[in-house]
């Protein structure tokens, strides 16, 4: 709260308030308001004319207030709250990402995830990875020789989580998402910007006037720049996300991969 409210206030006044400064649920500000309006009303019917205009006036300071931040909670909070949740439901994520070093491009793939958490991963047209928690396991093709190669999740390097480790972050992100002034045209929407400072690393989200995510960029060590491009619920071809090895394809130790 503004320190400049807190000689007008009440001390019980003024803790709510402070109070109200953090992000409220969903709701929260809409029940705040009805709630003063019936203290409100209450006042100005029982006797007593001066506590009523004291009670009024107060209730009505409180009221502007909740009123003067109820658009930085919309577009700072519950606006990157529908990002979120956009991220936290769907069938299937699909990324398309890029890899840079300056102007240099040192390499594309496309992920692709589920409600289930399976994941996996096409490195040009060369070698998919398909990390699989539900069957406890990680099957990698190599696709000129058709190889195949399946581990223990337990035994993959990096965990099973590592290559989406910012998805968890942004679902669980609970400080402040500044909006960016600047607005991108992505697939013909119109596109906001969202920057985060997650344990020091800056990420950028884009995203619709919906909150659905568009594309993305993230900063990386000596200079890497990760580049996401993301499609919701898009239809998969049948096995696309299977931990079986395919037919087609010869099962070979990791030396030989």
């Known amino acids: 709260m503004r320190s400049g409210f807190r000689h007008e206030l009440s001390r019980r006044l003024v803790a709510w308030v402070d109070a109200s400064d ?8 809409e029940a705040a308001q009805q709630r003063l309006l019936a203290r409100v009303h ?32 919309t577009e700072q909070g519950t606006a990157f709250a529908d990002v979120q949740a956009h991220l936290r439901d769907f069938r299937t994520l699909s990324m398309q ?22 994941l996996r991963t096409d490195v040009g047209a060369e070698l998919s990875v398909v990390v699989d928690p539900v069957r406890g396991r990680v099957l990698t093709l190599q696709h000129g020789p058709k190889h195949a190669m399946t581990m223990p999740l337990e035994q993959a390097a990096g965990g099973p989580d ?23 045209t992505i697939d013909g929407r119109v596109a906001h910007g969202w920057a985060l ?15 659905l995510p568009l594309a993305m960029e993230n900063g990386g060590p000596g200079g890497l720049e990760i580049r996401y491009r993301f499609r919701f619920n898009v239809p998969l071809a049948r096995g696309y996300l299977s931990s079986d090895v395919p037919g087609g394809y010869r099962l070979v130790d990791e030396d030989r991969l």
């Open 97 to 118: 990402v890029e890899q840079r070093h300056g102007d240099r491009v040192i390499q594309r793939s496309r992920t692709v995830v589920d409600a289930r958490g399976v």
């Open 22 to 29: 953090a992000a409220p649920p969903l709701g929260a500000t």
């Open 42 to 73: 209450s006042a100005r019917s029982r006797p007593g004319p001066v506590r009523a205009h004291w009670l009024a006036a107060a209730s009505a300071a409180v009221l502007a207030i909740v009123v003067l931040a109820l658009p930085l909670w």
């Open 197 to 211: 400072d997650i344990s020091g690393n800056r990420m950028v989200l884009w995203a619709d006037r919906d909150g």
């Open 162 to 184: 590592a290559a989406l480790k910012w998805l968890a972050q942004i679902r669980n992100f609970k400080g402040q998402a500044q909006r960016l002034d600047s607005t991108r």
